[in-house]
Nanobody
């Protein structure tokens, strides 16, 4: 049973940084495309970033390009999301997700990821 556990969320001021971690257990991180999504109340879960299993190419949502960096450490079975230059609109619950066999066009949809973490809250104060 694959389980994902996020950590690293918290409260930060505008312009600050946070690094989220997502530890995968019950499986091998190498076999999964890993994604980060975020969701605020009343809104759909939105794509933030993904790193593919096949060599680790990365992809980002337009609103975070140039500010966020996704990375993976297969030896530690952990994926990270480094968030810099944070803005109040980045405040959300951030979810880690794992999907197998995802092609490029399927990275953006939460429906294509089979496993999810419980989420971690990020709050950016203005």
């Amino acid at each position: 049973q694959v389980q994902l556990v996020e950590s690293g969320g918290g409260l930060v001021q505008t312009g600050g940084s946070l690094r989220l971690s997502c530890a995968l257990s019950g499986g091998n991180l190498r076999t999964y495309t890993m994604g980060w999504f975020r969701q605020t109340p009343g809104k759909e879960r939105a794509f933030v970033a993904a790193v593919r299993s096949n060599g680790g190419s990365t992809h980002y949502g337009d609103s975070v390009k140039g500010r966020f960096t996704i990375s993976r450490d297969n030896a530690k079975n952990t994926v990270y999301l480094q968030m810099n230059s944070l803005k109040p609109e980045d405040s959300s619950v951030y979810y880690c997700a794992a999907g197998a066999g995802l092609i490029w066009s399927s990275l953006w949809s939460s429906n294509n990821y089979a496993h999810w973490g419980q989420g971690t809250q990020v709050t950016v104060s203005s």
